[in-house]
Nanobody, 120 residues
Framework: QVQLVESGGGLVQAGGSLRLSCAAS????????MGWYRQAPGKQRELVAT???????NYADSVKGRFTISRDNAKNTVYLQMNSLDPEDTAVYYC??????????????WGQGTQVTVSS
């Protein structure tokens, strides 16, 4: 089993910045792609950004140029730097990790979610 623990959410005014962190812990695992997703009230969960172990990134069009995803492989940690925040970014943000256990890839884990609220 792998646990994903998120931190860094909160309340910020429009135009402000927040940095989310997500650390993976457990035994005998390696983390492949990590990512951030978000879910606003009444909406489906959507992709925000992903990053492979090698550093290749992918962003939703709505956050390109404002958000930056990065990771520290030694710490099994992924970050999401969010700048120029807009009230439309208000949501619960979830960390996701694709994990390999005992040489078998494809184990999918989610964090508990962290609330980001952007006031206008």
């Amino acid at each position: 089993q792998v646990q994903l623990v998120e931190s860094g959410g909160g309340l910020v005014q429009a135009g402000g910045s927040l940095r989310l962190s997500c650390a993976a812990s457990g035994r005998r695992f390696s983390v492949n792609t990590m990512g951030w997703y978000r879910q606003a009230p009444g909406k489906q969960r959507e992709l925000v950004a992903t990053i492979t172990r090698g550093g290749d990134t992918n962003y939703a069009d709505s956050v390109k140029g404002r958000f930056t995803i990065s990771r520290d492989n030694a710490k099994n940690t992924v970050y999401l730097q969010m700048n120029s925040l807009d009230p439309e970014d208000t949501a619960v943000y979830y960390c996701n990790a694709d994990v390999t256990h005992w040489g078998i890839s494809g184990y999918d884990y989610w964090g508990q979610g962290t609330q980001v609220t952007v006031s206008s």
